[in-house]
């Protein structure tokens, strides 16, 4: 149900999402980019919201369409989201759902690339993006309290995402497998564990709603 700004039991909290994939440019016409549609991040968001949570929504490229009642800041590459974030700080808490590009293009060229005739192929050199998480998990000034990241592995998935979280320093991690066959990436469902200081915890398979549902609430809780 939906609250008046000033109810809920996330009133008065400001609380940052990052939501959907980037965009790499190669050159004007093209990019790289990954399968992430948005659909967790912007159903977070959206719980958040319902809470009475204060929202800035930063957000890529996504599949679906955002929540409303957030501010929303709309951004394409890696870069444009570290600052985007940046610039919305402080946050009583952070939850960093972006599938952002590990990778971009070193020099993405600004007039179009063309074929030349031979045959000849372009040759793509990568540097490795910001990691926006990490950089403000690891804040000395300014972290937001409650910092979530997500993780999504294939193969020893709590091992890897156990690593992540110390890694990255973030509160909490949510972790997923997405292996071919489990149907999570751009499906309506989500299967996670919610890794904290205190352990693991494994939700039962459910609606990327509720998923959002449960993670606002426990987000209030903590806040509390
Ligand atoms: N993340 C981020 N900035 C990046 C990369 C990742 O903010 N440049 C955040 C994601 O939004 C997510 C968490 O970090 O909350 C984990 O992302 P993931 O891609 O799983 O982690 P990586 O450190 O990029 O490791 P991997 O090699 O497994 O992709
Ligand atoms: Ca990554």
Redesign the pocket.
């Known amino acids: 149900a939906a609250l008046a700004a000033d109810e809920g039991p996330l009133a008065g909290r400001h609380v940052l999402v990052?939501s959907g994939p980037t965009h790499e440019p190669i050159d004007p016409v093209r990019y790289i980019a990954n399968r992430s549609s948005g659909a967790q991040g912007t159903a977070i968001a959206r719980a958040l919201v319902a809470q009475g949570a204060q929202v800035t929504f930063v957000t890529g490229p996504a599949a679906v369409p955002p929540p409303t009642g957030v501010r929303l800041v709309r951004v394409e590459t890696?870069i444009q989201m570290r600052d985007a974030v940046e610039a919305a700080l402080p946050a009583d808490a952070a939850v960093?759902?972006?599938?952002?590009a590990?990778w971009r293009v070193a020099q993405a060229a600004t007039s179009k690339m063309k074929k030349d005739g031979s045959g000849r192929l372009p040759q793509l050199s990568f540097t490795e993006?910001?990691?926006?998480?990490a950089a403000v998990a690891q804040r000395s000034v300014g972290r937001p309290r409650l910092v979530i990241?997500?993780?999504?592995e294939t193969d020893d998935v709590l091992a890897?995402a156990t690593a992540?979280r110390l890694r990255?320093g973030c509160d909490w991690i949510v972790a997923n497998d997405v292996s071919p066959g489990t149907g999570i990436m751009g499906g309506r469902e989500n299967a996670v564990t919610l890794i904290t200081a205190a352990g693991a915890e494994t939700w039962p398979r459910m609606g990327k709603d509720q998923v959002a549902e449960r993670l606002a609430t426990r987000i209030a809780e903590a806040l509390r």
């Open positions: 990052t890696a960093f759902a972006a599938a952002v590990d993006n910001p990691d926006i998480l990241g997500f993780a999504a890897h992540k990255k």
